[in-house]
């Protein structure tokens, strides 16, 4: 499911990247083109006054067999002053050459036409053409003055030009293909990394459906095969069948506990569990959850300790820190079975410190990493004790939705240490 997901947002961006890299280069390109033409323009434009005015500046028009004279006398001086790698005609009212200095391949004749057009309308005009294999760019120039009207026809052939902007193409193309296959590995690096926060929520969430639905099924068999014993006992009394219902009713008791923490869960997922923090007495908070469990220590023949500082004030969600001071000493108690427990709170270089120590089973090296995992329990065989497996993981959630920090050092056989540093 998260391959196909994966692979769609890809193409998903694929398609982006390909539009948006097809607008730049075609934006690049043709932005060019247009700002290179518009100068050209201007060149052309400039050219073609230059060359009026070099013509009036005071020479008769002789005529030489229709070749103007004075082409003939200052040809080079013309070429020698030329900004323009152009060629160009020089048309009087008549639309008679009065001279001109085309390149290898006259086009005069092709482009007659516009000069004509450029005296009838009394316009200038600028195309671009294609005459023969080339295209030329034709700047005709139209002058009326005093000397009469006349029309400078300059024009340039642009196959150098053509080369260059398809080369230009090429360039982008290859930009464009490159960069976009660049993109795409990127983006598809970039994707599986957003995805794989929600893959691993996704994949926590199908594990804990699972193991809730399977951790909620062993108390429900547990209760329903005790009823049964019950109930086929026809004839007998409640107090005859005191054990089977006790089970069941312990049992209750576990599933109650196992909701609850689900809830929990499922709120921590959700990322609904806000803090409602408040200044309160945590020295009080741990006294009250101590006494409480010291009868159940003392019942089992534990030793219960507790070095208290007195009126340590945090500021903190009351409920969920009772939560975890609960979930910690419980679990001292519940995995001891001789030696002591002993919870100290203390300020330690200006952090407070709650530690809950116990000599009881201890933690294997093996388990030590998990045991903060939902639903794990060391060594599920050899106790089985009410445990849901959630405590220790809302505990680290708990502290780390305080931003404490919550660690464990144990030894098997030695016992174990918790230490919650806020
Ligand atoms: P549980 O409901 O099973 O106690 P927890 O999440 O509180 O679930 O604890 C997870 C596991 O960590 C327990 O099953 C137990 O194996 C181990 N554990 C927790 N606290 C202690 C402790 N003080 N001593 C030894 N083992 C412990």
């Known amino acids: ?56 500046r005071g020479f008769p028009e002789f005529f030489i067999n229709n070749e103007a004279l004075f082409r003939r006398l200052r040809p080079n001086s013309l070429i020698e002053s030329k900004r323009l790698d152009a060629c160009y005609i020089v048309y009087d009212e008549h639309l008679t050459r009065v001279f001109s200095d085309e390149g290898e391949i006259p086009i005069a004749n092709d482009i007659k036409t516009l000069a004509e057009k450029s005296l009838e309308e009394g316009r200038d005009l600028y195309e671009t053409l294609k005459i023969g294999r080339f295209n030329y760019r034709v700047y005709t120039k139209y002058f009326n003055d005093i000397s009469g009207q006349s029309v400078v026809q ?50 926590r969430q199908k594990d804990f459906v699972a193991d809730a639905s399977h951790e909620l099924r062993t108390p429900l068999t547990v209760i329903q095969t005790n009823l049964d014993v019950v109930l086929s006992d026809e004839d007998g009394r409640v107090s005859n069948n005191e054990i089977w219902l006790d089970n069941a009713y312990s049992e209750t008791k576990v599933m109650a506990k196992l909701i609850d923490q689900l809830l929990m869960m499922a709120k921590a997922d959700n990322n609904e569990g806000k803090l409602d923090l408040t200044d309160f007495s945590f020295s009080e908070v741990v006294e009250n959850v101590c006494h409480n469990m010291k009868v159940i220590a003392e019942n089992k023949k534990i030793e219960f300790i507790m070095n208290i500082e007195e009126d340590m004030i945090i500021k903190a969600d009351y409920d969920k820190m009772r939560r975890l001071v609960v979930i910690l000493v419980d679990n001292a108690v519940k995995y001891t079975e001789q030696g002591r427990v002993t919870v100290s709170l203390f300020t330690d270089r200006n952090r407070k410190v709650l530690l809950v120590e116990d000599t009881g089973i201890g933690i294997n090296e093996r388990d030590i990493d998990r045991i903060f995992d939902r639903f794990y329990r060391a060594d599920k065989a050899r106790h089985r004790e009410g445990g849901t497996g959630l405590g220790l993981s809302i505990a680290k959630w708990i502290a780390h939705m305080h931003r404490y920090s919550l660690t464990v050092e144990s030894t098997v056989n030695e016992g174990s240490k918790f230490t919650l540093r806020m």
């Open 1 to 56: 499911m998260f391959k196909k997901l994966h692979l769609k947002l890809t193409a998903y961006m694929g398609v982006i990247l390909i539009l948006f890299m097809f607008f730049v280069a075609a934006g690049i390109y043709n932005f060019t083109r247009i700002v290179f033409e518009d100068g050209n323009k201007e060149l052309m434009k400039t050219e073609a006054i230059r060359i009026y005015n070099y013509k009036s």
């Open 154 to 203: 300059v024009y340039q052939n642009t196959v150098n030009e053509d080369i260059l902007w398809s080369f230009l193409k090429n360039v982008l193309l290859v930009i464009g293909v490159t960069g976009t296959i660049i993109l795409l590995g990127l983006s598809y690096f970039l994707t599986g990394q957003a995805l794989k926060p929600i893959k691993e929520t996704w994949i």
